[in-house]
């Protein structure tokens, strides 16, 4: 099982960036928990968005900005930040956890905003 997260990069505040997380060895089920988490240096890990059955939670720092969601084949996981901020810089990593609690993760991507 391997989760690939791609699409990070440097952008000005302001603008936009997709990522993407392709899952090998398995897909993102409507029954599992799957979502993103940031990390900037010096900080913990943090939730940004997810998915369980449907439903998407959001980080109130993220709300508006950031949209979650998976393709039809659930293959994919993306993140869709819009309106990017310099307190967004961050290592962004996906994460699938399943009903019986089995986690994955996948390697991170760095967002650097900054002009």
């Known amino acids: 099982v391997q989760l690939q997260a791609s699409g990070g990069g440097l952008v000005q505040p302001g603008g936009s960036l997709r990522l993407s997380c392709a899952a090998s060895?398995?897909?993102?089920?409507?029954?599992?928990?799957t979502g993103w988490y940031r990390q900037a240096p010096g900080k913990e890990r943090e939730l940004v968005a997810s998915?369980?059955?449907?439903?998407?939670n959001y980080a109130d720092s993220v709300k508006g900005r950031f949209t979650i969601s998976r393709d039809y084949n659930k293959i994919t996981l993306y993140l869709q930040m819009n309106n990017l901020e310099p307190e967004d810089t961050a290592v962004y990593y996906c994460?699938?956890?399943?009903?019986?609690?089995?986690?994955?993760w996948g390697k991170g991507t760095q967002v650097t905003v900054s002009s």
């Open positions: 060895g398995t897909y993102f089920s409507t029954a599992d928990t």
């Open positions: 998915i369980f059955n449907g439903r998407t």
């Open positions: 994460n699938k956890r399943t009903r019986g609690g089995i986690e994955y």
